[in-house]
């Protein structure tokens, strides 16, 4: 029986609209709106789709960096959803989150070895000897040098920050790390070399991540399934080679039309779509996605698809599929 990591469903996240003399509740805001997926030990999930459809939230609400409105989080097994203090302190060792930018995330006014070892320090007690080889020795795994110990972020460039970054979030050997669109503040000469590190992390200390991205070159070249994010719901779920090659959902297949190809005799048809993405404040009624579709019904406008299989491990919440 294949072990689940991480298992998360139908998570919600609402924030409240606020307004008035007294600040009553006006409405709200559904960043994530009934997300459901399952995470193996050792897998790569990318979570894609545009700025604002709720992956960023996912991650942190996940990680319970934002509590969930609604749903559940499974993390080993264990329900995470509503546990608080040392529960939720003990079970954070083995969560982890690589943010966007590399620069706002690390500390300015503190040396790279001690923003590596902080960690560390929160929850082992160890020797100042022990502590500093355990921070030179995770330098070493990123590609930084021994001397980058006794500097601050300022020195370094994006590349390298984000490469402190990772070995920050290594420092306490987590099962599972979140990386919130972990390349997309490099330039593009870097980020290969950061992806390329962070596989070969994973195959050495054994990892799983959620890598939420918009970029959907860089996430096939990391993740082993894909889930795509509209307005706040999962849209297509599948693995890596079946979404690529057989994208069904038409919002998929207008992103992958978008995809940059090289050779002109590979090019396909681009799908450009029509009008903006709705506010997640006033979601459409049945399918998110039905405004901007080129093949809605009228089921679409008054009934809210169900993520379902249409075919072995390929997931797709479209009502052109019964």
Known sequence: MIRMLLEVENLKKYYPITGGFFKRKLGEVKAVDGVSFALKAGETLGLVGESGCGKSTAGRTILRLADPTDGRILFQGKDITGIKGDELRKTRRDMQMV????YASLN???MVGDIIAEPIR???????????DSVMELLDKVGLPGDAYYKYPHEFSGGQRQRIGIARSLA???KLIVGD???????????????????DLQEEFQLTYLFIAHDLSVVEHVSDRIGVMYLGRLAELADKEGLYKEPLHPYTQALLS???VPDPRRRKQRIVLSGDVPSPANPPGGCAFHPRCMHAKPECREIKPLLREVTPGHQVACHLYP
């Open 181 to 199: 669109e972990p390349v997309s503040a490099l330039d593009v000469s870097v980020q290969s070399q950061v992806l390329n590190l962070m596989q």
């Open 99 to 102: 943010f966007q930018d590399p």
């Open 122 to 132: 929160n929850y082992e007690q160890r020797t100042k000897r022990e502590l500093k």
């Open 172 to 174: 306490l050997k987590p």
């Open 258 to 260: 978008a995809i940059p």
């Open 108 to 110: 300015p006014k503190m």
